[in-house]
């Protein structure tokens, strides 16, 4: 065909509009949901605060080398990847291309990747600043994090995570902390959970007593599943990495156990009498509920089920459900004493929770929890009658919001019809009329559009009007 015929035949074309969308497992949220996620937002870094957490930040992206290993590899293969700058495939010749397996290229292309979680980025963080920071070190983090995970219901590919930690501390007073802090979010949020609780020592004491330490780490993965496929599932997955039918069969009625924190514990201390290291996770579960006791207004439940499959918790590890809603984990953590040291800086000892803000959003929602005062936006809207009027009322406005209250000025002099159609849709309470006449006698004609009720009052009346209206 030739330039001048595709030219011609161009201009008949009508374009096809292209269809806009955003990526599965991500989402848009208007004002409604930004209101309400900043709820949680505030709530949990409030709770933070009162325990002596400071806030830092890390960068979206993180080099590969200090993301890679770090998760097992399942979570290995759920980092997002970034290409390269520029001519990413200049140093792999055709055939290598094409002989070469995609994880083998991705490490060529690829030097970077977007963060799995907050945790490995902050460790990479301690070690970087380590002759800045005062120890123990006790920070928290509100940032998106990134999986490339197959999206499903409470499962999403970007989502946020809202973190605490602390480092430089082997004392499970720390622990104790974070359960209270847990217990206190949730407390605030009306959400009624279960906190669950296990130890990686016991974990591993189970490991050895089946004769397969080796193992620790296909046999927790494994176990975490159990909610999610059912023991008939997790057996096969325990066989498919080599355990014995025998090695299956002996750890049937330790994942089974049953009854109360105590009595669990007392079958569990029974059976691992020859493991050291089984021994010493039970201590250091019976410190922390000890010292807990009945202080928490939410349960806590010794749950040996929990592995929690990241590779790098070495002690407590917790998970907490919500008991009114069908959906995962809404927040999780645990104890890791060896993560600094894959960074150059071993012997520091860490623990720290995520609370899941997205999984916490779909709950709240679900169950109407949201105070009424939260998607709260504007109490007053001055109309706009024309330019003098207009000028006036930006005055007045000054003033309202200097008393804290939230306060436009429609910016256009249009029928006022629409203009308080406008405040309708906004769910505005509070419209104020300044008019020629209003101006003159320093009044200022104030309408409740929830009520109808409309007055003539001075400033500080509307002001007073509307604080004392928004307090009740």
């Known amino acids: 065909m030739s330039a001048f015929l595709f030219f011609s035949l161009s201009k008949h074309i009508t374009p096809v509009a292209q269809k806009t969308g955003i990526p599965k497992g991500t989402r848009d949220f208007g004002t409604v949901e930004m209101a309400r996620r900043n709820y949680i937002f505030d709530t949990i870094r409030s709770v933070y605060r009162l325990y002596g957490f400071s806030q830092i930040e890390t960068p979206a992206m993180e080099n590969l080398s200090t993301l890679m290993g770090k998760y097992g590899e399942e979570g290995d293969k759920l980092l997002f990847k970034i290409l390269n700058s520029g001519d990413f495939k200049r140093s792999v010749s055709a055939v290598q291309y094409e002989e070469t397996a995609p994880a083998a290229l991705a490490a060529r292309f690829?030097?970077?990747?977007?963060?799995?979680?907050?945790?490995?980025?902050?460790?990479?963080?301690?070690?970087?600043?380590?002759?800045?920071?005062?120890?123990?070190?006790?920070?928290?983090?509100?940032?998106?994090?990134?999986?490339?995970?197959?999206?499903?219901?409470?499962?999403?590919?970007?989502?946020?995570?809202?973190?605490?930690?602390?480092?430089?501390?082997?004392?499970?007073?720390?622990?104790v902390e974070l359960m209270q802090i847990i217990d206190?979010?949730?407390?605030?949020?009306?959400?009624?959970?279960?906190?669950?609780?296990?130890?990686?020592?016991?974990?591993s004491g189970m490991a050895e007593l089946i004769g397969a330490a080796d193992k620790i780490v296909d046999i927790t993965v494994a176990i975490d599943k159990l909610d999610k496929i059912g023991i008939d599932k997790v057996n096969e997955e325990l066989a498919s990495v080599g355990l014995s039918e025998v090695q299956i069969r002996m750890l049937q009625p330790i994942i089974a156990l049953s009854g109360t924190n105590a009595e669990k514990m007392a079958v569990l201390r029974n059976v691992l009498t020859d493991s050291e290291v089984g021994r010493k996770g039970c201590d250091e579960i019976e410190f922390v509920l000890d010292k807990l006791g009945d202080t928490l207004r939410n349960p806590i439940e010794f749950d040996l089920t929990l592995a929690r499959g990241l590779n790098y918790y070495t002690g407590c590890i917790f998970e907490v459900k919500a008991l009114d809603v069908e959906i995962g984990s809404i927040t999780g953590g645990g104890r890791y004493d060896n993560l600094t040291g894959i960074f150059g800086l071993p012997g520091l000892s860490?623990?720290?929770?995520?609370?899941?803000?997205?999984?916490?959003?779909?709950?709240?929602?679900?169950?109407?929890?949201?105070?009424?005062?939260?998607?709260?936006?504007?109490?007053?809207?001055?109309?706009?009658?024309?330019?003098?009027?207009?000028?006036?009322?930006?005055?007045l406005a000054r003033e309202t919001r200097a008393a804290g209250i939230a306060t436009e000025v429609y910016p256009d002099a249009v029928k006022m019809k629409k203009q308080m159609n406008y405040a309708n849709a906004r769910n505005i309470p509070f419209v104020a009329l300044v008019g020629e006449s209003e101006m003159q006698e320093g009044r200022i004609s104030l309408k409740n559009m929830i009520t109808g009720e409309q007055r003539n009052l001075t400033l500080e009346e509307v002001i007073n009007c509307i604080i004392h209206t928004s307090a009740i």
Not at 115 to 135: G, I, K, S, W
Not at 153 to 174: H, P, W
Not at 387 to 393: G, K, L, R, W
């Open 350 to 395: 860490g623990v720290g929770i995520s609370f899941g803000a997205d999984r916490i959003y779909d709950v709240l929602n679900q169950l109407d929890l949201y105070p009424a005062a939260t998607c709260a936006g504007v109490d007053l809207l001055f109309i706009n009658f024309g330019v003098s009027e207009s000028a006036h009322c930006l005055s």
């Open 184 to 203: 206190e979010v949730f407390t605030r949020f009306g959400i009624r959970v279960c906190i669950k609780i296990n130890n990686r020592k016991v974990l």
């Open 110 to 175: 690829c030097e970077k990747g977007l963060r799995y979680d907050l945790t490995v980025p902050f460790a990479r963080y301690v070690v970087q600043h380590r002759d800045e920071l005062q120890m123990p070190f006790k920070r928290y983090q509100i940032q998106p994090v990134w999986r490339a995970d197959r999206p499903q219901k409470g499962r999403y590919r970007e989502f946020y995570q809202c973190d605490a930690d602390v480092v430089g501390s082997d004392s499970l007073l720390n622990e």
